[in-house]
């Protein structure tokens, strides 16, 4: 009869492949991890200047959008008509209160 000789690990190697088998896909994790940090990153910084981007078109749409109201405004004021230049109504100016001697209380005037 053949014996066929079974190949006994000690305890040293096998411990090396059981931290292997650990550490692989440890360095792994973190190796993605560290990658996917840095893609986040770019896209932040490119989010940046698309978001700058933005703002300036709209600014560039504000100051249109303010030119063509006051072309707006400008036609509807020229369809109005001047109005003549009125003095203004001198202030009203109340009367003196009435006095203890006077036998009937008057009504103030109305300011017009």
């Known amino acids: 009869m053949v014996k066929f000789q079974v190949r ?9 492949v059981f931290m292997l088998g650990v550490m692989l896909p440890a360095a792994a994790l973190i190796a993605v991890g560290v990658w996917h940090l840095r893609t986040i990153q770019r896209e932040k910084s490119i989010e940046a200047v ?3 981007e933005y703002q300036q078109v709209l600014a560039i749409a504000e100051k249109r959008i303010d030119a063509r ?17 009125q003095p203004a109504p001198a202030p009203w100016k109340p009367e003196p209160p009435i006095s203890a001697s006077s036998p009937l209380p008057r009504m103030p005037k109305s300011p017009a």
Do not use: D, H, V
């Not at 006994?8 to 090396?16: Q, V």
């Open 69 to 85: 109201a006051y072309e707006i405004a400008e036609e509807a004021s020229s369809k109005f008509p001047i109005p003549c230049r």
């Open 50 to 52: 698309i978001q700058r």
């Open 8 to 16: 006994r690990w000690s305890e040293r190697p096998r411990m090396l």
